[in-house]
């Protein structure tokens, strides 16, 4: 299903002071909006997924699961920079008539929240009942909640962090330098820099799973292999199913969205930023994960005033916010608090 496409009429201003001309927000939503207009579940999605979060987060959104359309106003939408519905880098630039290509603006994790609000805006959301996002949606979902903390009535952050670490930027540059090694990423056409996002992709992955995950899945089931292991296939598949879906511009600019992450910036620091969300908090972690390490998210939950903390068990890492939903919903469930049919309402006092 192709998204839905909103047009802003004024100049996009960007936290650096740049702006944009013509910003599009591509984004879904399902269900309705109800009479009370309390029902709203927005979803912030993470690095390379899109606005069609029945799509990628199935087991946890669709008509027969925990956040259905039946009983909720689900939105998504599309992040600025990303290629599916939003003005991105191959979006054409309306000075010059061709695409931005590196000429895009550097845009941060607080623009993506506020392109988010203008949408809100447009489609007569005045209350968000639950607000959700993993990894860097859960960047996005604790920004809005610190710009507009009485929009938000109840949040869940899953294997996400206050700020970007070292660690975490660290991973993103080894992946744009990957992209940069290959030439054609300056030659300016669509898909220009693919061998080095599929390099890219491959060191990403590693920092998704860990050691036991890949010894799981990937190992050998013959003991004569001494080639063409499957643990090389797969990093080979993954890295091309990315560059079939996606380019290397949005890639580079949206590792450094992620980087760009820092609640405290300019707000006296990450502690007293946290201190302001008002909304019910439900922080999510995973002792597996090896790019945002469960820490992480146990520092949200101690400065976070109305948090709750829940430790997600999977052995796929960070990747597990994707694919744990039975999980993940048993968790929610377990935090909320439900009407007579069921229906989840509202995050349990917590504090």
């Known amino acids: 299903m192709d998204p839905e496409i909103y047009q802003h009429t004024e100049e996009f201003v960007l936290e650096s002071g740049q702006t944009l001309s013509g910003l599009e927000i591509g984004f879904h939503t399902?269900?309705?909006?109800n009479k009370h207009r309390d029902n709203v579940v927005w979803v912030c999605h993470a690095l390379t997924a899109n606005s069609d979060v029945f799509d990628w987060w199935k087991g946890l959104f669709g008509d027969n699961n925990l956040f259905n359309p039946?009983?909720?106003?689900i939105v998504c939408a599309n992040v600025l920079g990303s290629p599916y519905g939003t003005t991105n880098p191959l979006s054409t630039n309306p000075v010059t008539g061709s695409p931005y290509y590196l000429s895009f603006p550097q845009f941060t994790i607080r623009d993506v929240a506020k392109a988010h609000q203008l949408l809100a805006d447009?489609?007569?959301?005045?209350?968000?009942?639950i607000l959700i996002g993993g990894s860097l949606g859960g960047q996005q979902a604790m920004e809005w909640s610190i710009d507009q903390p009485d929009r938000i009535k109840n949040l869940i952050l899953i294997a996400t962090n206050a700020r970007h670490s070292p660690w975490g930027i660290a991973f993103n540059e080894s992946q744009r330098m990957a992209i940069t090694t290959d030439?054609?990423?300056y030659a300016n056409k669509p898909d220009g820099g693919a061998k080095g996002l599929k390099a890219a992709r491959s060191f990403?992955?590693?920092?998704?799973?860990?050691y036991k995950t890949y010894?799981?899945?990937q190992q050998e089931s013959a003991d004569n292999i001494t080639d063409n292991f499957r643990a090389s296939s797969y990093q080979n598949y993954q890295g091309e199913k990315l560059v079939k879906r996606f380019n290397a511009y949005s890639y580079w600019y949206l590792t450094k969205l992620m980087d760009s992450h820092d609640t405290g910036r300019n707000r006296g620091g990450v502690e007293k930023a946290l201190s302001t969300i008002k909304a019910k908090t439900l922080v999510i972690g995973i002792?597996?994960?090896f790019l945002f390490p469960i820490e992480e998210q146990q520092y949200l939950f101690q400065h976070i005033p109305k948090a709750a903390f829940a430790e997600l068990d999977s052995?796929?890492?960070?990747?597990?916010?994707?694919?744990?939903?039975?999980a993940l919903t048993n968790i929610i469930n377990s935090f909320f608090k439900t009407d007579v049919r069921g229906k989840i309402i509202e995050l349990q006092q917590t504090a």
């Open 122 to 129: 447009h489609l007569g959301i005045d209350q968000i009942n």
């Open 30 to 33: 399902y269900g309705r909006l």
């Open 315 to 326: 052995f796929y890492g960070h990747d597990g916010f994707l694919i744990e939903t039975e």
């Open 183 to 185: 030439r054609t990423f």
């Open 70 to 73: 039946e009983d909720h106003f």
């Open 287 to 289: 002792r597996s994960d």
């Open 204 to 210: 990403a992955l590693l920092s998704y799973r860990n």
């Open 215 to 217: 010894n799981l899945t």
